[in-house]
């Protein structure tokens, strides 16, 4: 993958492979090649792969449609085929759209943003078709996600943890655990907004799938269509683990906003009981604090510790029943 700090040029490029005995290997001349992979691609690359090949290349607008008949087209014997990659990004993962075209003959990828599952993509197959090199890369981008949820579900399970440990145990103060609530909040979104993605890229290959092995059963080799029969099986438990972690991720928000509201609760718990308990002394002091001359205590040797001691008492009597009510 390119480093984020990569110059547009350096982002820029395009990748031709030949397919032989061994597999695939990278050649120099376009026009021999069996797969071309456009990255960022510049007029000029656009301009020269569809004079190769014929097709007519994906832009970035066109790949982006969101509607099955822009991201499923046939013309002819060529499939036009666009779904959504993930691009892991400083600001969180964002989607990219991607585009796949495929022929008896080549494959077109075009993508806008790096993508690990192309630039560490390997088919040690021999002589593998065009729709073997698609078949591959579907397999390769599926099983992709299948680790961001395995570890979506990881992250998951350690929120979870942290969580439900911080209602058992009161260390760290009020402090910590606000700032524990936090960052909890901000990891459930960020691992949300993962989620929301990876459902986003599975179902555009889910929908890739079927439609090529229908569209190409002209010239699709024999052996592939167990394989995309199974990848749309694969897709399929994917879908229902998403589904599964979703629900586990909305529960666990769910949990964190009652905390939040448990905190809030206890900080107006506090609040009420000290407005409360400070009504009595008040009143005491009010009372005393009166400029009237024939205030009896006034005329006592003891009446200031009289009057500190009422106010003492007072206090700790709503405290008490406060205590004995288990308020507190």
Do not use: C
């Amino acid at each position: 993958m390119l480093p984020d700090h990569a110059t547009e040029r350096e982002r820029t490029m395009l990748h031709a492979y030949a397919s032989d005995t061994n597999g695939l290997r990278t050649i120099d001349d376009p026009a021999n090649a069996v797969w071309i992979d456009l990255l960022n691609p510049t007029p000029e690359e656009v301009a020269a792969t569809a004079h190769i090949t014929g097709f007519i290349v994906p832009t970035e607008a066109s790949a982006s449609e969101i509607e099955s008949s822009s991201r499923l087209v046939t013309r002819g014997d060529t499939v036009y085929l666009t779904m959504p990659l993930i691009h892991r990004t400083d600001d969180g993962p964002k989607g990219v759209p991607a585009g796949f075209v495929l022929s008896p003959t080549h494959l077109l990828t075009v993508r806008f943003a790096p993508s690990p599952v192309f630039d560490s993509f390997k088919l040690p197959n021999p002589a593998p078709t065009s729709a073997h090199i698609l078949t591959a890369l579907l397999e390769a981008i599926v099983d992709r996600q299948a680790d961001a949820l395995e570890f979506v579900a990881h992250e998951l399970d350690t929120i979870s943890h942290r969580i439900f440990a911080m209602g058992v145990s009161q260390q760290g103060g009020r402090k910590k655990e606000d700032a524990t609530l936090r960052r909890t909040l901000g990891e459930i979104g960020r691992l949300g907004d993962l989620i929301s993605h990876i459902r986003d890229t599975l179902v555009g290959a889910g929908r890739i799938g079927p439609y090529v092995e229908i569209a190409t059963a002209a010239h699709l080799p024999p052996d592939l269509p167990p394989r995309l029969k199974t990848l749309h099986q694969d897709i399929a438990s994917l879908n229902d683990f998403d589904t599964h972690l979703n629900d586990k991720l909305q529960f666990l928000l769910d949990a964190t906003m009652g905390f939040i509201n448990i905190a809030q609760n206890n900080v107006m718990k506090v609040m009420t009981i000290a407005s409360v308990v400070g009504i009595p002394p008040v009143l005491v002091a009010g009372i005393y604090g009166m400029n009237f001359k024939n205030i009896p205590e006034y005329e006592w040797s003891y009446g200031y510790a009289y009057g500190l001691g009422l106010i003492l008492l007072t206090t700790l009597i709503p405290l008490a029943a406060f205590r004995w009510r288990k308020w507190i």
